[in-house]
């Protein structure tokens, strides 16, 4: 039986797998995991996303993998460099939780939603069909992916496990 390598993407982190590897990352609350992946080259990618726009960057140098505006076009570039082709690839989304509901309806404690809604946009750009999600809510989840099969396993406390 073959041990399959497990390749971590912390938090404000993204990292590509081939060959049978699988992405994992865990503490989605209101981060999106953003999970991109070809068929053909059988080439999975995955950004933890933490804020939606590096506008809110105090530095000209700040970590790219941090905000949906650079982490997926770093994510896309990465996979290219390795032999995926952006035309070829599709999406998956979980996570963007709103986890801070109960203090109020204010824009800033919106990172969730607003993290989906930014994640989704930059994907448009390129354009990158989204074929499954599992956002929203106000509980965290650990996901994986598969880089043979490109399936996504979501884990949860309140809601077991799904496969997308």
Excluded: W
């Amino acid at each position: 039986m073959k041990q399959e390598q497990i390749i971590k993407v912390g938090m404000a982190d993204l990292n590509f797998a081939a060959e049978g590897a699988v992405l994992r990352t865990t503490g989605l609350g209101s981060c999106v995991g953003v999970t991109l992946f070809d068929q053909k080259s059988k080439i999975a990618g995955m950004a933890h996303v933490m804020l939606p726009s590096s506008d809110i960057a105090r530095d000209s140098s700040f970590n790219l993998a941090k905000y949906a505006d650079t982490a997926l076009p770093e994510l896309i570039r990465m996979m290219q460099a390795i032999g995926a082709v952006p035309g070829r690839m599709v999406a998956k989304l979980a996570g963007g939780a709103q986890m801070f509901s109960q203090l109020g309806k204010s824009d800033t404690l919106r990172i969730g939603p607003r993290n989906v809604e930014s994640c989704k946009n930059i994907l448009s750009v390129y354009p990158i069909p989204i074929l499954a999600e599992d956002t929203g809510g106000n509980y965290g989840r650990t996901i994986e992916i598969d880089s043979l099969t490109g399936i996504l396993h979501i884990r949860s406390v309140q809601h077991g496990v799904k496969e997308l």
